[in-house]
């Protein structure tokens, strides 16, 4: 029997190509499957004709083709069980069982965590019918929060700097906008500073630190217009000096993964802690239970440990005393997206060779809504191609990106020209 490993990754977006590109290297690593998977993902697994949301027809694939291990990348498929399912059918997989999924799941739920823990973050009001949510609006003027309880891939959160806006933000959840995420609404103290974001590795009673970095969700220049899943990102976060980094692990992660443990519901998974650095000291805005797309793909690229060795081992209970080594490197990554997104957008429109792209030293191209027909690539999603850069400096990385982004021809495309904004004005500055 060999000692390598058959595993099956579950996604098709840039972060699922990032660690794809990551488990390649693992000498540990026989075959690796993915489904659905994308252009980008295809070069590098075989695809799984499975969907993730049958449980049975993904053990059964599991257990045809001997699979040892599953990862799974989006949120939608740990919030649904899929980990349950396939650790009852005796199959290893990385991520959260449901329950502990809610942390991302549930507005509310964490929230609720927050307050019985003591974790810092925005006070808040948890409501079930529109009427209770607007009357809340009245002793809670603007600027607000109003999130959609559930999954709403990443659009239900809006930030109201008006009255009209928030009441807006309630109408939409409670009329149906983000389906079932938004049958209970979340409002909070509008938070003022600069966004981060830390990932934590769990095995359930340790929390390895992994990195941060920085996104950027609006859609426009200056980080104007509506949210989106996220423009681009970069990694290290600047604002996340070592005093910080400590203190979020000290007041935030550590509490959480205690907390968890201690509801009976141990947290095993990618923990993404998505931060707002106030004059006051960290607060928490929200938890994800996977890596963020599109920071996974910059942190993949400063990675130097093996990842499936990693992913094991928070699966097994084995974190204790192990660290992760990353290059000194900044990465940055620049989304390119289809014209009119976040809102509708043409599909099926054809890229052009990303060869020019590629060809340049420190860039990777990761795919996120592509697929390939008749020898084209064409652009099938919202957020398309990750270009990804590596500096010395955010400023270098940043240079280097664009110049790839430039060099790669598709009409239908465009990008923020701006991405690592805040850190290149902290280069900027004399010390």
């Keep these: 029997m060999s000692d390598r490993l058959n595993v099956l990754l579950i996604g098709s977006g840039g972060r699922e190509h990032s660690l794809a590109f990551a488990l390649s290297k693992s000498p540990l690593l026989g075959e690796l499957y993915v489904a659905p998977g994308n252009a980008g993902l295809l070069q590098l697994a075989k695809k799984a004709e499975v969907k993730e949301s049958d449980h049975d027809a993904v053990i059964a694939f599991c257990k045809d083709k001997a699979i040892d291990f599953v990862i799974i990348g989006p949120e939608a498929p740990l919030v649904d069980g899929l980990v349950d399912s396939l650790t009852a059918a005796g199959i290893e997989a990385f991520g959260p069982s449901a329950e502990a999924a809610q942390l991302e799941g549930s507005k509310g739920y964490t929230k609720d965590l927050c307050a019985e823990f003591n974790i810092p973050t925005a006070a808040y009001a948890r409501f079930t019918d529109a009427e209770a949510a607007l009357a809340y609006l009245t002793t809670h003027p603007a600027p607000i929060v109003i999130k959609a309880d559930g999954l709403a891939a990443g659009k239900g959160v809006t930030v109201a700097m008006t009255n009209e806006e928030a009441r807006a933000a309630i109408k939409d959840c409670f009329d149906g906008a983000f389906g079932e995420a938004g049958a209970e609404v ?86 993404f802690v998505g ?117 010395k400096s955010v400023t270098e990385a940043q240079a280097l990106a664009y110049k790839a982004v430039d060099a790669i021809e598709w009409e239908n495309g465009f990008c923020r020209r701006d991405i690592g904004w805040r850190a290149v004005r902290r280069e900027k500055q004399p010390s």
């Excluded at 963020?292 to 130097?304: A, H, K």
């Excluded at 094991?312 to 204790?320: D, F, S, W």
């Excluded at 990465?331 to 052009?352: D, Q």
Aim: glycine share 12%; proline share 5%.
């Design 275 to 391: 931060l707002m650095i106030t004059r006051t000291g960290p607060e928490l805005i929200e938890y994800n239970v996977r890596f963020g797309d599109p920071e996974c793909q910059t942190l993949m690229m400063r990675l130097e440990s093996d990842l499936l060795e990693l992913l094991l081992a928070a699966t097994r209970g084995e974190l204790a005393g192990k660290q992760a080594s990353w290059s000194d490197d900044v990465v940055l990554n620049v989304v390119l997206a289809s014209k009119g997104y976040p809102g509708s957008y043409e599909k099926g429109t054809v890229i052009k060779d990303l060869g020019a792209a590629e060809a340049i030293e420190g860039v990777t191209v990761f795919h996120a809504g592509t697929s390939e027909k008749d020898g084209q690539l064409l652009a099938t999603g919202g957020r398309v191609l990750n270009v990804c850069a590596r500096g």
């Design 186 to 271: 979340v409002i909070e103290a509008f938070l003022e500073g600069e966004e981060a974001s830390l990932f934590a590795l769990c095995d359930g009673k340790t929390a390895m630190l992994l990195a941060s970095a920085q996104d950027h969700k609006p859609v426009g220049e200056g980080d104007t217009g509506p949210n989106t899943g996220g423009m681009g990102a970069y990694t290290p976060a600047p604002v996340m000096t070592p005093d910080l980094t400590q203190e979020v692990i000290d007041k935030i992660v550590k509490p959480t993964i205690d907390g968890m443990a201690s509801r009976g519901v141990p947290f095993v998974g990618i923990l």
